[in-house]
């Protein structure tokens, strides 16, 4: 690589470091994990950066990288169990209150997260990161078939069986159950 490809390479990373850390962290749901899921992206990101069609949407190109890392990232944290952290993923959707809500809103909206991320460590790792994508990230279906290499079909049926999960979970809370 010349150095015009590196610095604009480094370009690149400036412009997306934060969307990509952002994905990470909801799909691994743990601060330490999602520096190391960016920077395995950012890694084959460059490594095959010649690769890159010009005429395809950057943004895309760089969340298939993000999520393939996080994909093997999840999938070998479930082989290898001792290496879950306790951090939950909610402490990542504390961000999105906008507001200066209620005290007793605010207790609400963390048992919901609490509740959310319990069940998000539950999910399949492609539930986890389709329902992240449509979800967190707002990604078309076409986007997240793209983005995580599957049919749409099949993108659909995990973002359905994710959605399913935590509509259960939390309906038996509704119920007191």
Wanted: charged share 30%.
């Amino acid at each position: 690589m010349s150095g015009g490809d590196v610095e604009a390479f480094l370009s690149l990373v400036e412009r997306h470091r934060k969307s990509m850390y952002n994905l990470a962290l909801r799909i691994t749901g743990n601060e330490q994990d999602a520096k190391d899921v960016v920077q395995d992206g950012l890694l084959s990101a460059y490594v095959n950066l010649e690769r890159f069609e010009r005429r395809a949407d950057l943004r895309t190109w760089l969340t298939r990288i993000v999520v393939n890392s996080a994909l093997d990232h999840l999938r070998s944290r479930r082989r290898r169990p001792d290496l879950n952290s306790p951090q939950q993923l909610s402490d990542v959707l504390d961000s999105a209150v906008s507001s200066l809500p209620s005290p007793e809103r605010l207790a609400a909206s963390a048992d919901w997260r609490r509740r959310v991320s319990a069940v998000m460590e539950t999910m399949s790792p492609l539930e986890r990161v389709t329902f992240t994508l449509r979800h967190f990230e707002g990604c078309s279906i076409e986007e997240i078939s793209s983005s995580v290499g599957i049919g749409h079909s099949a993108a659909k049926q995990h973002i359905f069986r994710a959605v399913r999960k935590i509509r259960r979970a939390l309906e038996t809370h509704w119920r007191g159950e």
